[in-house]
Nanobody, 121 residues
Framework: QVQLVESGGGLVQAGGSLRLSCAAS????????MGWYRQAPGKQREFVAR???????NYADSVKGRFTISSDNAKNTVYLQMNTLKPEDTAVYYC???????????????WGQGTLVTVSS
């Protein structure tokens, strides 16, 4: 079983910063890509950022220049540094790992439980 555990959410004022962490644990061979998604109240879950195990990154247009994703492959951990936060960044942030290589012929997509980020105006 593979688990993702997020941490670092909380309440921050507009213009402030937060750093989210997501650690993967369990039995697997490798994780090829990890990322962050978010879901605001009443809205669908949306992509925020992702990073490959080779270091390639992608960002949603809404967070480019403000958020930075990074990873520590040795610790199977991904981070999301969020700067210049806006009230519209308020959401539950979910960590995603896809694909998780469990065996040479078995791949999984795994989600974390989510961590709440609230940005006050």
């Amino acid at each position: 079983q593979v688990q993702l555990v997020e941490s670092g959410g909380g309440l921050v004022q507009a213009g402030g910063s937060l750093r989210l962490s997501c650690a993967a644990s369990g039995s697997f061979l490798s994780i090829n890509r990890m990322g962050w998604y978010r879901q605001a109240p009443g809205k669908q879950r949306e992509f925020v950022a992702r990073i490959s195990n080779g270091g390639s990154t992608n960002y949603a247009d809404s967070v480019k220049g403000r958020f930075t994703i990074s990873s520590d492959n040795a610790k199977n951990t991904v981070y999301l540094q969020m700067n210049t936060l806006k009230p519209e960044d308020t959401a539950v942030y979910y960590c995603n790992a896809d694909p998780v290589v469990v065996s040479p012929y078995k791949y999984l997509e795994v989600w974390g439980q989510g961590t709440l980020v609230t940005v006050s105006s």
